[in-house]
């Protein structure tokens, strides 16, 4: 059975991201944060279908098998290849914002498709994070793009890693296709081959300073402007994206 058919005999069910290994006839016990959301939000019993993917790639139709006060097993009925992922792998740094414009940056970016993410510290950039204040919200913008991912179709989680500095990450890179949000006259998707990555660059409100700027366009990084009007920083890679994908990718 392949997902068409899961979907056609089952209609619109949950989905899921477990990350376990799937087989079929094989047995599956679900975390406790999706076992708590279908026993006692969604109230499913035993029997019910629904879709789970393993962040690899891989998803699975499975029912459940057995609720208990503590956990909640599924069984494995299906196995099928994931679907949804971009021929343009986009790794996007996002200057770290607050509070949700931060969350909705990622939310977005993994539904338009971003293949990672790096939470950059820039110099106008107003969050510094450390120590366990830092493990919490990496542990937090993770959870947000799984939660994506399962609103979204895709079976592959694309990683959001630890924040670094700009610099550190600039000296990482080595996408073909390199674009910063910054004002110029020119256009940067001017580039005549569709690349099979790139690396985009967000920075933080009020815009990259003239040293980011300096060290993005010493690592390679070319301007790209999205019109005459000056878009937050959560709304830029929304923006970006959805150019990107649309020019070189599956949009």
């Known amino acids: 059975m392949q997902a068409a058919d899961w979907y056609a005999a089952h209609g619109k069910m949950p989905r899921l991201y477990v990350p376990a290994t799937f087989e079929p006839g094989g047995n599956v016990t679900l975390p406790d944060g999706p076992a708590r959301h279908l ?12 879709v789970v993917f393993d962040g690899n790639g891989r998803e699975a139709g499975v029912r459940l098998a057995d609720v208990t006060r503590k956990q909640a097993t599924v069984v494995v009925e299906a196995v099928w290849p994931g679907a949804g992922e971009s021929p343009l792998a986009v790794h996007l ?11 909705y940056a990622i939310q977005k970016a993994v539904e338009l498709g971003v293949a990672a993410i790096t939470p950059l510290y820039t110099r106008r950039g107003d969050v510094r994070l450390k120590g366990e204040r830092e ?13 994506a991912c399962e609103q ?13 500095t700009l610099e550190a ?10 674009l910063m949000l910054h004002p110029a006259t020119h256009s940067g998707l001017d580039a005549a081959d569709a690349p099979a990555a790139a690396a985009l ?3 933080p ?15 390679a990084f070319t301007p790209l402007t999205l019109g005459p009007r000056i878009l937050r920083t959560e709304t830029a890679p929304v923006a970006a994206l959805t150019l ?8």
Request: charged fraction near 20%; aromatic fraction near 4%; glycine fraction near 10%.
């Open 205 to 219: 409100e009020g815009g990259l300073a003239p040293d980011d700027v300096a060290a993005a366009e010493a690592a």
């Open 169 to 178: 990450w600039l000296n990482a890179r080595d996408e073909p296709l390199r």
């Open 152 to 164: 979204c179709g895709r079976a592959t989680l694309p990683p959001v890693h630890p924040p670094q």
């Open 39 to 50: 026993t006692r939000v969604l109230r499913l019993g035993p029997g019910a279908p629904l």
């Open 244 to 251: 990107l994908q649309y020019r070189f990718g599956d949009l």
């Open 93 to 103: 740094g996002q200057a770290i914002s607050k509070g949700e414009r931060m969350d």
């Open 135 to 147: 493990a919490k919200k990496l542990a937090h913008w993770q959870a947000v793009a799984a939660s």
């Open 201 to 203: 660059l967000i920075g």
